[in-house]
Nanobody
Framework: QVQLVESGGASVQTGGSLRLSCAASGSIVRILAMGWYRQAPGKQRELVADITSGGSTNYADSVKGRFTISRDAAKNTVYLQMNSLKPEDTAVYYC????????????????WGKGTLVTVSS
């Protein structure tokens, strides 16, 4: 199986920056894509950004120009650089990965981290 562990969540003021990290471990054969989702209380989980193994990226309109997703393939780690943070960015941020593991080969599966809290104060 694949385990995802997020880190970097914190409480910051409006305009501040944070860098989230997500490290994947386990019986990984290949990671096809990784991404970040967020969920605020009472709201649905939404996609923030994702990146494929080929480097293609996708961002929610609300974070374009402020957030940057990147990946270190050698470390099976994805990052989310968050700049110019706004109160609306407050949420639990979850790491997601689509991956092939030894246990489920040849079928890819999606995995989730337990989340890291980001709070932006106005």
């Amino acid at each position: 199986q694949v385990q995802l562990v997020e880190s970097g969540g914190a409480s910051v003021q409006t305009g501040g920056s944070l860098r989230l990290s997500c490290a994947a471990s386990g019986s990984i054969v290949r990671i096809l894509a990784m991404g970040w989702y967020r969920q605020a209380p009472g709201k649905q989980r939404e996609l923030v950004a994702d990146i494929t193994s080929g480097g293609s990226t996708n961002y929610a309109d609300s974070v374009k120009g402020r957030f940057t997703i990147s990946r270190d393939a050698a470390k099976n780690t994805v990052y989310l650089q968050m700049n110019s943070l706004k109160p609306e960015d407050t949420a639990v941020y979850y790491c997601n990965a689509a991956a092939l593991s030894q246990a489920t080969l040849p079928h890819p599966m999606e995995y989730w981290g337990k989340g890291t809290l980001v709070t932006v104060s106005s």
